[in-house]
């Protein structure tokens, strides 16, 4: 098993531009969720799923959307990136209430 | 609403040390799940113990011992005989009946040779 799969590792976006964040499990977890982590913090919640097609708001939900066509994968899309959303960005599946996390994507907008 | 207290900040020890990181927890949940994750330089998060709140009985597992106690709502971790490879940030996070974790600030642990 290949666990959580983030692609990219790293990206550098100028102000304004889109992209999207990818995250993949192969443990057929129906939770997956993603977090952002800043500097000298704790992860906080953007968006989560409960299962395919199911998707909610976490703690810091704007200038994110995600969508959950199939069990297996979580993309996360910023439509118009900000300096503020520099940061370090988590994906994590989680079954019976344990999480496992991705290796994170790091992310910096200029 | 969830809320997790790591007080101490930052924590420095020389090998062989033991040391103890807090942690102290709000929730409204009546069921819930309390987890510690180990952040190493490298930058990914780590999986150390999942506890159930209705299980309160202490675990020792090699040079790591958990204390959970329901009536101060903390849960602490302990590490014995701290070595330099230790070195991480540590987080506590509860979380609810959902998979939702809400994380602490973390501890930065720094063991010296």
């Known amino acids: 098993n290949a666990g959580v799969t983030q692609t990219p590792k790293f990206q550098v976006l100028k102000t304004g531009q889109s992209m999207t964040l990818q995250c993949a499990q192969d443990?057929?977890?129906?939770?997956m969720s993603w977090y952002r982590q800043d500097p000298g913090m704790g992860l906080r919640l953007i968006h989560y799923s409960v299962g395919a097609g199911i998707t909610d708001q976490g703690e810091v939900p704007n200038g994110y959307n995600v969508s959950r066509s199939t069990t297996e994968d979580f993309p996360l899309r910023l439509l118009s990136a900000a300096p503020s959303q520099t940061s370090v960005y988590f994906c994590?599946?989680?079954?019976?209430?344990?999480?496992?996390f991705g290796p994170g994507t790091r992310l910096l907008v200029l | 609403a969830q809320k997790v207290t790591q007080a101490q900040t930052e924590i420095s020890v020389v090998e062989k040390e033991d040391v103890t990181l807090d942690c102290v927890y709000e929730t409204r949940d009546t069921t819930y799940y309390l987890f510690w994750y180990k952040q190493p330089p490298s930058g990914e998060l780590v999986f150390l113990i999942r506890r159930n709140s209705f299980d309160e009985q202490n675990e020792i597992s090699g040079r790591y011992s958990w204390n959970f106690q329901k009536s101060t709502s903390s849960f602490n971790f302990t590490i014995t005989a701290s070595q330099v490879v230790d070195s991480a940030v540590y987080f506590c996070?509860?979380?609810?009946?959902?998979?939702?974790?809400?994380f602490g600030t973390g501890t930065r642990l720094q063991v010296f040779p």
């Open positions: 994590a599946s989680s079954y019976g209430g344990s999480q496992y």
């Open positions: 443990m057929n977890h129906e939770y």
């Open positions: 996070a509860p979380g609810g009946n959902t998979d939702k974790l809400i």
